[in-house]
Every structure is written in structure tokens, then in C-alpha cells.
């Protein structure tokens, strides 16, 4: 595609439920990112995939927290047993070869945890 | 592991000139990004630094020390529109790993 695509934009889950979040990247690119950023905070990084390489995944939280990326394709970040505190907004980036190329970023996917 | 410090707020005047400082830690170091980002949206690229030295692109320019650790970025002519949060961002070994944000705030 054109650009990186994630779905659903927003996601209203109950505290306890599962969720998963999808990240389409742009074809081609190697490179798929995943942060978290809270209201008026930072960009916090989740984990890293890089074309056949184990993916870092120093990032992550917890183990409710885990995320899949298949092939050079679709990602999708999967938060068991959601908390509130994991309210946030999750951004999903790609780039062409790694982490010394742009990052493109998805419009990123609002989750609120009730 | 990396670490990045910037200032978390800043405050400039339209039509002026604003420096915004990034300092770092990292274990390898594959260049240094600059990002900005709207409120509500996505971050975009400003710029990015592998080399010592100054990189111009239009009213922004940024600029990279490696044995000091070092970046900024420069706004020049600002408008209200530039109002946002930059973000300085290293590239790793790895991942990218993102400072906190300077949140600019553009005044008449």
C-alpha cells in the first residue's frame, strides 16, 4: 500500500478482555516497529522485527504483551488480559532496511481500556 | 541500552529562531533521526544525521556530534504551524529508540 495501515483506529475494550491490534506496513520494507505513546508522553518502544532476524523484544512490558510479524508483511500486537494503565495510543512504523532508514509511521490505533 | 534527554518544553516567537537540544547514550549508533509530530497525529520525518556535521533542508537544519553525543535542530523563520513535539530518535544496533519530545509552542 501506500502508506502504513492499522486497524481498528480506536478500540474500547473492558479491563480483562483480550485485543489484538493489526500493522500493515509498506511493501517492501524490511524494518516494523511498534510503540506505545500515553497522553503527552513519549514515543515508548515496544519490539522490533527485522526481515528474518529474531525480533527484539526488550521493549515490552509484560507478557500480556506479544506481537507476530509474518514474513515481511502484517504485524499484529496482541495485549492479554488488558489493564487500564495500558490505555494509550499504539504506533505501528516500517522502514525500508532497518534502523538507519526513515520510519514511516501508521495514524496508529487508540486503545482505551474501561 | 540508549539513553536520550531533550527538553520537554519550549516556547519561541513567530518569525524567530529556535535550537532544540538532544543528548544521548547509546551502545552502536546508526544515525540520529529528527521527527515532529501534531497533536493527535502521526510522527513525520524532519531529518536524519550519520555524520558529524550540519544537514540544511529548507527553515530546519540539524546537526550531529558524534564524540559528544550530541544533536540539534533548528527552526528558523517559525510559524505558527511549526507549534508540535519533536521528537529525537537514535538508531541502535537494532530498534529506534525515541527521546520524550520537545513540545514547541509557536506565539504571535
Known amino acids: 500500500g501506500a502508506g502504513v495501515s492499522q486497524s481498528p483506529s480506536n478500540k474500547v475494550t473492558e479491563k480483562g478482555k483480550d485485543v489484538e491490534l493489526r500493522c500493515d506496513p509498506i511493501s517492501g520494507h524490511t524494518a516494523l516497529y511498534w510503540y506505545r505513546q500515553r497522553l503527552g508522553q513519549g514515543l515508548e518502544f515496544l519490539i522490533y522485527?527485522?526481515?528474518?532476524?529474531?525480533?527484539?523484544k526488550s521493549g515490552l512490558p509484560s507478557d500480556r504483551f506479544s506481537a507476530e510479524r509474518t514474513g515481511e508483511s502484517v504485524s499484529t500486537l496482541t495485549i492479554q488480559r488488558t489493564q487500564q494503565e495500558d490505555s494509550a495510543v499504539y504506533l505501528c512504523a516500517s522502514s525500508l532496511d532497518g534502523s538507519g532508514t526513515e520510519a514511516f509511521f501508521g495514524q496508529g490505533t487508540r486503545l482505551t481500556v474501561v | 541500552g540508549q539513553n536520550i534527554d531533550q527538553p520537554t518544553e519550549m516556547t519561541a516567537t513567530e518569525g524567530a529562531i529556535v535550537q532544540i537540544n538532544c543528548t544521548y547514550q547509546?551502545?552502536?549508533?546508526?544515525?540520529l533521526f529528527w521527527y515532529q509530530q501534531h497533536a493527535g497525529e502521526a510522527p513525520t520525518f524532519l531529518s536524519y544525521n550519520v555524520l558529524d556535521g550540519l544537514e540544511e533542508k529548507g527553515r530546519f537544519s540539524s546537526f550531529l556530534s558524534r564524540s559528544k553525543g550530541y544533536s540539534y535542530l533548528l527552526l528558523k523563520e517559525l510559524q505558527m504551524k511549526d507549534s508540535a513535539s519533536y521528537l529525537c530518535?537514535?538508531?541502535?544496533?537494532?530498534?529506534?529508540?525515541f527521546g520524550s519530545g520537545t513540545r514547541l509552542q509557536v506565539q504571535p
Open positions: 547509546t551502545s552502536g549508533f546508526n544515525g
Open positions: 530518535a537514535v538508531a541502535g544496533r537494532r530498534a529506534l529508540t
Open positions: 522485527f527485522q526481515g528474518n532476524s529474531a525480533p527484539d
